[in-house]
């Protein structure tokens, strides 16, 4: 369990950083078209979005999994 929680963590962070913030833009040389896009010009954002937010509810299950798995059932003295 915990190798699948380092596997979402790693995963989450790699896709927070490859989304790019709503006010950049790339100029022409680094391929700025981006209405030829896999995605389409605006679908990237969104599917990453969607992405980074389906790898967060995880992320944050596993994280509760491990808390009651590891944790004994028992309060904190």
Request: charged residues 5%; glycine residues 20%; aromatic residues 6%.
């Amino acid at each position: 369990m915990l190798v699948i929680h380092v596997i979402l963590c790693v995963l989450l962070i790699g896709m927070v950083l490859l989304q790019v913030g709503k006010g950049a833009s790339t100029g022409p040389s680094f391929g700025g078209g981006g209405g030829k896009t896999l995605f389409g010009p605006t679908g990237r954002a969104t599917f990453m979005g969607k992405v980074i937010v389906v790898l967060a509810i995880l992320f944050a299950l596993s994280t509760l999994a491990l808390a009651i798995l590891l944790g004994g059932g028992k309060p904190p003295a």
